[in-house]
Antibody, heavy 120, light 106 residues
Framework: QLQLQESGPGLVKPSETLSLSCTVS??????????WGWIRQPPGKGLEWIGI???????NYSPSLKSRLTISVDTSENQFSLILSSVTSADTAVYFC????????????WGQGTLVTVSS | DIQMTQSPSSVSASIGDRVTITCRAS??????LAWYQQKPGKAPNLLIY???HLQSGVPSRFSGSGSGTAFTLTIRSLQPEDFGSYYC?????????FGGGTKVEI
């Protein structure tokens, strides 16, 4: 059974860099037909797509975050990561990692999510 | 970007009721539309993909329909475990976008 688990600091200071990792277990991150993505949800609000990456490093980013965003993959560790620079309070959210199907474009497996708060 | 608009934003219904949630896209997304259920403090759970295909393990009381710009999620006979928020997501064009959500209260 595929499982995804986010990890990283829960508190980041304004103007600094947010870094999260997602470890995939029960399956290979190099599986064909899938990308691996990040989605976030500010407290009490809806879902926002951040970006996706596949096992060879092909990415697609949200235009609103692209200038501050890097998503990378480490196939040896079966994990992928998110780096968001110059954060503000607007980046406070629960961050989810998930598997994305290229055939139909849906997210079929999700991590439990991790809350990241941007505050001094 | 394709804007996804859900209605209603919230609905209160009784056990056994039929509940319908609508999702409209600002431009056509063919059938590349998914529906998710999210319970408080949990990750979203995929219910429907390709507008009308039921994800494995999802009860048959859930169904989806539509194509192009208008889509519907129907819960045929509402059960206590169906409370939560429901989101649509288009996958026709990047950036991927979600609807604003519909909160279902029992």
């Amino acid at each position: 059974q595929l499982q995804l688990q986010e990890s990283g600091p829960g508190l980041v200071k304004p103007s600094e860099t947010l870094s999260l990792s997602c470890t995939v277990s029960g399956g290979s991150i190099a599986s064909s037909g899938f990308f691996w993505g990040w989605i976030r949800q500010p407290p009490g609000k809806g879902l926002e797509w951040i970006g996706i990456i596949n096992y060879i490093g092909t990415t697609n980013y949200s235009p609103s975050l692209k200038s501050r965003l890097t998503i990378s993959v480490d196939t040896s560790e079966n994990q992928f990561s998110l780096i968001l620079s110059s954060v503000t309070s607007a980046d406070t959210a629960v961050y989810f990692c998930a598997r994305w199907s290229t055939s139909s474009g849906f997210f079929d497996s999700w991590g439990q999510g991790t809350l990241v708060t941007v505050s001094s | 970007d394709i804007q996804m608009t859900q209605s209603p934003s919230s609905v209160s219904a009784s056990i056994g009721d039929r509940v319908t949630i609508t999702c409209r896209a600002s431009q056509g997304v063919r059938s590349f539309l998914a529906w998710y259920q999210q319970k408080p403090g949990k990750a979203p759970n995929l219910l429907i993909y390709n507008a009308s295909h039921l994800q494995s393990g999802v009860p048959s009381r859930f169904s989806g329909s539509g194509s192009g710009t208008a889509f519907t999620l129907t819960i045929r006979s509402l059960q206590p475990e169906d409370f939560g928020s429901y989101y649509c997501q288009q996958a026709d064009t990047f950036p991927l976008t979600f609807g604003g959500g519909t909160k279902v209260e029992i």
